[in-house]
């Protein structure tokens, strides 16, 4: 079994940042891929960002490339998104994800194993 914790959300002004974090336990996470997934009101979860755990390779969404940028920290076995020039159309619970699965495609929420609880973003304009 594995926990995700995630913290940092909170209400910022458009234009202001924000890092979240997510802590990992209960395995090893160095061969995994790691993935942030955002979800507003009304709509499905969508895709953010992810990272491979051994390599590094990083993946974005379109709509928050050169806005956030996702890193992690192995001996922590935590994985941030630090937010900058947040909009109002970031408002939403961020999720943060792991999957267990060597060739998972990062933007594909049904292949990810676990899921934390979720943390909440509201941009005001």
């Known amino acids: 079994q594995a926990q995700l914790v995630e913290s940092g959300g909170g209400l910022v002004q458009a234009g202001g940042s924000l890092r979240l974090s997510c802590a990992a336990s209960g395995r090893t996470f160095s061969t995994y891929l790691m993935g942030w997934f955002r979800q507003a009101p009304g709509k499905e979860r969508e895709f953010v960002a992810g990272?491979?755990?051994?390599?590094?390779?990083?993946y974005y969404v379109d709509s928050v490339k050169g806005r956030f940028t996702i890193s992690r920290d192995n001996a922590k076995n935590t994985v941030y998104l630090q937010m900058n020039s947040l909009k109002p159309e970031d408002t939403a619970v961020y999720y943060c994800a792991a999957s267990i699965a060597m060739m998972t495609k990062p933007d594909d929420r049904y292949q990810y194993h676990y899921w934390g609880q979720g943390t909440q973003v509201t941009v005001s304009s």
């Open positions: 990272i491979r755990w051994s390599g590094g390779q990083i």
